[in-house]
């Protein structure tokens, strides 16, 4: 079920009205109501998926509690490992199957060696990375005693499969969601009014701001040899703002329809392209799955501590896993490894904590070395966009040889005036709430439900008026 | 909670009245002309394209054409119904049949993505009367419509007047005559009618025939049921077109269950289809099957007289 969809908007009302009047007397049957709902939510795409996150969660649940039975070291390990091979297998054959099968082929027939193998023809199950990767930190912190393991089967199912942040996160750890299907919710005015405006405003992000650049995007990036340098650059800023409007959209969408139901999700982007240097790009972009890495990958591993080396391994092992946990394709591995060599020098000149607070907080404009930052972060992450979108490594090669050509400086062939004021406006409304949870978050702040109310009329309106005609999916729901 | 509620629903009551007056500032001019019916209709045609034909400005009495291209006969049954409410004591309801009507499904899945024709039915007929209604398709169309309306606002304050030009420089605007080309005019319509005929004879044949004789049947009976005066037409055709059919497809598809409906119903059919008064002159067509300004000048006068012929229309109602 798509949050930009008929069905959706069916779907809350009715689940918010049983939740809130019919099961509100128990905890355990609104967390039940909260499973069934999540299983209804994601059964609408495939009902034969809904295995697998069964499984998962009964795989993990059992483990959870036998780990915290076990004392013995080695045997906790192991059961550690039989949670990590369950999700990550999963993972790995629905995801990656079919790319590491085709690039073995290859590599072999590169060494004179033909092997006859046939692929497989897999359907991905929708948000398989963001499930898996939230059931996996729950193991791994029971395994470091940093969470105690729940017997609470319903509460444990409620955790995997919360129908907001299932299919595209926010990754939610353990220690932060599951004590909350524990406490007994009340409804709070203040949060699901809050959470209603964040998905006012998630919806405008996608549909208009993401599906009326995608329109763009995919003409540009589809035909990308007939359009001269300028259009090819206007098509990777088109990119940038359609995956930016799609995903932080989506989590704007996820954390508001949690908050109606008395749930605080961690906020998953932080106002990105005001970053003004790539670390910090990255501690304001897709926060759930960097602090993921950060924590289960980056830290294990050594962090930034140790040899000039390890530092180097350490940086392009997060990135290019990073990268490739987006999808199974090169590009997605060369857009990670662009941005582990773009946070590179930071890293080795110790400057990657730099911009650690807000930006501008005292003044209303940036200062103008702020400005040139935040432009030269912005125009390294629209090149590095580049690889994300492209269909191969040589199309991402020939669409930055088409921006730097001659052309580059010719007059754009495609200018869709109204999508580029819509963008201005649209990134002037963030400026000015950056420094709240998102955009609209100020608003908390007034009383006036007059005024509450006429903003997030004026936003929808704006959205009806100029929402995209061609419905797009969410492009995280591929990953 | 009952401040949430109560927010949430003045906030969509307000989108839901401003989306309502927005929507409505403008209509399709084929919308326009149904909802826009003040006076009692005399007379009315059905029908897809073929009903452009009609043209009842030569009449004394108040007549409508409510036909749509790419109609199917479904359609014309929703909007008879539709309509019937404004049409006054035995008016005459035309119903043109095209060659290809009985073969077409409802929802014409012959014309792939493009169901522009039933677009428009969604901006005035009840979802029970559109084939296969969808809600979601339903709310789409309305934002399109809002959306459009909108830009429509702001387009017309764009549009300046030209500017006047001195009154020696005028030029007086003469219009070119271009001689008319019978050769290249009656090439055309016979390369037009081989290419329509290869179409029209494939979707005449898309569907089995019984709904839409159902269809036909349903806006025959209910007409005569409620006083009024129907009247079964095949409109003329250039001849290519109508012989490029053959008679053994004609008669299979089309002039049996035609004569069956008229005898059934005892209405009268005029079938101008091969009428070599027009369907031999290309001056009288557009198209292989759609005539041109000059054509429906004489064809509507044949149509009047033979309307008077059958008693249906008196010599007082011509203007």
């Known amino acids: ?479 | 909670m009952k401040k949430f509620l109560l927010e949430i629903v003045l906030l969509f009551l307000f989108v839901a009245l401003a989306a309502h007056y927005i929507s409505n500032l403008d209509k399709p001019p084929r919308v326009k002309q149904i909802l826009s019916i003040d006076k009692k209709l005399d007379i009315i045609n059905l029908g897809t394209s073929h009903g452009n034909n009609f043209n009842f400005s030569g009449l004394a009495i108040n007549g409508r054409s409510l036909n749509r291209a790419g109609n199917t006969l479904y359609y014309d049954l929703q909007n008879y119904t539709f309509v019937k409410k404004h049409l006054a004591d035995s008016a005459i309801v035309l119903i043109p049949v095209s060659y290809f009507a009985f073969g077409l499904d409802e929802n014409r899945a012959d014309k792939g993505a493009d169901k522009s024709f039933v677009n428009d039915f969604y901006e005035y007929l009840p979802p029970t009367s559109i084939h296969e209604y969808s809600l979601a398709k339903d709310i789409s169309l309305k934002v399109h419509r809002i959306q459009k309306n909108f830009r429509g606002v702001f387009a017309k304050k764009k549009v300046k007047k030209p500017k006047k030009k001195p009154k020696g420089k005028r030029k007086k605007n003469k219009k070119k005559v271009v001689p008319f080309d019978t050769l290249a005019h009656t090439a055309m319509l016979k390369d037009f009618a081989i290419k329509r005929v290869a179409h029209h004879k494939k979707i005449g044949s898309f569907v089995r025939p019984e709904n839409n004789i159902g269809y036909l049947k349903a806006i025959i009976e209910d007409a005569l049921q409620s006083g009024f005066r129907p009247v079964l037409i095949t409109v003329p055709y250039y001849r290519e077109y109508a012989e490029r059919f053959g008679q053994e497809w004609l008669s299979e598809n089309y002039d049996v269950p035609i004569a069956r409906l008229s005898k059934e119903f005892n209405v009268p059919y005029i079938d101008y289809g091969f009428d070599t008064r027009m369907t031999i002159k290309p001056e009288f067509f557009k198209n292989s099957d759609h005539l041109n300004k000059k054509g429906i000048v004489f064809f509507n006068k044949i149509l009047f007289d033979d309307l008077i012929e059958l008693g249906l229309l008196s010599n007082d109602d011509l203007r």
């Not at chain 1, 989590?251 to 240097?277: C, H, V």
Request: glycine residues 6%; positive net charge; hydrophobic residues 50%.
């Open chain 1, 1 to 479: 079920m798509l949050f930009n969809s008929l069905d959706f908007a069916i779907f809350l009302p009715v689940v918010f009205i049983l939740y809130w009047f019919i099961t509100n007397k128990s905890l355990k049957l609104q967390n039940l109501l909260i499973v069934i709902a999540s299983y209804f939510f994601y059964g609408w795409w495939d009902w034969r998926f809904l295995s697998l996150i069964l499984f998962s969660t009964l795989v993990d649940y059992s483990v959870g509690i036998a780990l915290s039975k076990q004392s013995n070291e080695a045997k906790r390990l192991v059961l550690l490992w039989v949670s990590i091979v369950v999700n990550l297998g999963f993972l790995g054959f629905f995801k990656y199957y079919n790319f590491f099968l085709e690039n073995f082929m290859t590599a072999f027939s590169f060494f004179g060696t033909e092997i006859k193998s046939n692929s497989l023809d897999i359907i991905l199950p929708v948000g398989i990375s963001f499930y898996t990767f939230q059931t996996l930190s729950y193991t791994i912190d029971i395994y470091k005693r940093r969470l105690e393991p729940t017997k609470d089967l319903i509460a444990f199912s409620a955790f995997v499969s919360f129908f907001p942040q299932l299919v595209a996160g926010p990754i939610e750890r353990a220690t932060a969601l599951l004590p909350q299907f524990y406490k007994k919710r009340t409804f709070d005015y203040a949060k699901a009014s809050d959470g209603a405006r964040q998905i006012i405003w998630g919806l405008f992000k996608k549909m208009v701001i993401a599906d009326n650049c995608a329109e763009y995007a995919n003409q540009i990036f589809n035909n990308s040899a007939d359009f001269n340098g300028s259009t090819l650059v206007l098509g990777a800023v088109f990119f940038t703002f359609q995956i930016y409007g799609d995903f932080s959209g989506y989590s704007d969408i996820a954390i508001g329809t949690s908050r109606i139901f008395g749930f605080d999700l961690k906020q998953n982007f932080a106002f990105p392209y005001f970053s003004r240097d790539i670390a910090e790009f990255w501690r304001r972009w897709h926060i759930s799955l960097s602090t993921w890495f950060r924590d289960y990958l980056y830290i294990p591993l050594g962090g930034s501590r140790g040899s000039t080396w390890l530092k180097v391994r350490n940086t392009f092992v997060i990135f290019i896993v990073s990268g490739f946990w987006h999808g199974a394709s090169w590009t997605f591995i060369a857009w990670g490894a662009l941005n582990a060599l773009y946070f590179l020098p930071l890293l080795l000149r110790k400057k990657n904590r730099v911009y650690l607070g807000p930006i501008a907080t005292k003044y209303s404009f940036p200062s103008f070395k702020e400005g040139i930052n935040m432009l030269i972060t912005f125009i390294l992450t629209v090149l590095a966009w580049v690889f994300f979108r492209a269909e191969s490594i040589e199309h991402a090669a020939t669409y930055l040889s088409g921006i730097f050509s001659g052309t580059l400086f010719d007059k754009p062939e495609l200018l869709p005036w109204e999508i580029i004021i819509l963008i201005v406006l649209f990134m002037s409304v963030e400026w000015f709430g950056r420094n709240g949870l998102y955009a609209l978050d100020g608003l908390n702040k007034t009383n006036s439900s007059v005024l509450k109310i006429t903003i997030s009329f004026i936003v929808i309106i704006v959205t009806i008026l100029y929402m995209s005609n061609t419905e797009q999916e969410f492009i995280y729901f591929q990953f």
